[in-house]
């Protein structure tokens, strides 16, 4: 019996010993205090109105990503602050883990899930619906708040050599009093941007940063939808970001 206890014993402290300990996390923003593994920043454009069919999609879309963020990755959910011409975080936490995959000899599941449900994924959830109240405005000052982000978020020694992720809910129209991409301003050309005083003052180092967006239809603004989705995947690209995807969204 004292052979058995002691071989027991002994596979315990074995199994302790190699089973991966998770890091030490910050207890205001959930990531580790190394920092985070990966960070992804949703910025929607509040400069008007969505349309309900694109508010429940758009809804459904980030509900997704907060239940599927990789443990230990970052989520800021920013909007438009239209009279500072930059963004506004509503919601910046790491997923701390939901429980899934802990053992019941070196952690509690259940008390790990009830956690993540009340420290992470409601909150996030009510910056989402938050972060769909318009705030009219006669500008919209895009590069001005995805500017914002790099420097906020993309910029730092610990977000080198991590995933990055930017992902824009907007109608993408840039509309500031240095460069404008409505239809009577001129067309949407790169070549007039770079001639405008906005090409310098948004000149903006992404750090590779993979930028999707989620293209918001409006009513009452007829434009090259084509040509508009190529000026951002340049801008992106001129800016030492990684273009993804443009993802028209549903409803006008």
Known sequence: ???????????LAYFYIAVPQPPQ?????????????????VLVDTS??????TKRQVLGMLDDLITGLPDYHKLDIRVLDIPAARSRSLFSKCNPG?????????????????QW????????????????????ATSSPIMAAIQDIAIDQFSSDQAQGIAKNLIVISDMLEYTRDYSQYPAAG????????????????RTDLHGAHVDIRYVQRGG????????????????????????????LQGM
């Open 98 to 114: 939901d429980g899934a995959g802990l053992s019941e000899w070196t952690a509690n599941p259940r008390i790990a899930r009830m």
């Open 187 to 202: 067309d949407l050309s790169y070549q007039r941007f770079r001639q405008s005083p906005a090409y310098l003052k948004f």
């Open 48 to 53: 008007d109105d969505l349309p309900d069919t």
């Open 25 to 41: 996390l910050d207890a205001g923003t959930l990531c580790p205090v190394k920092g985070p593994a990966g960070i992804t920043v």
């Open 117 to 136: 449900i009340e420290s992470f994924r409601r909150p996030a959830r009510e910056a989402v619906a938050s972060s769909l109240a318009a705030a009219k």
């Open 221 to 248: 603004v007829r434009i090259d939808t084509l040509k508009h989705a190529e000026f951002w995947r340049e801008w992106i690209l001129d800016n030492r970001g990684t273009f993804g995807s443009v993802q028209r």
């Open 1 to 11: 019996m004292l052979v058995l206890a002691v071989a027991a014993f002994g596979a």
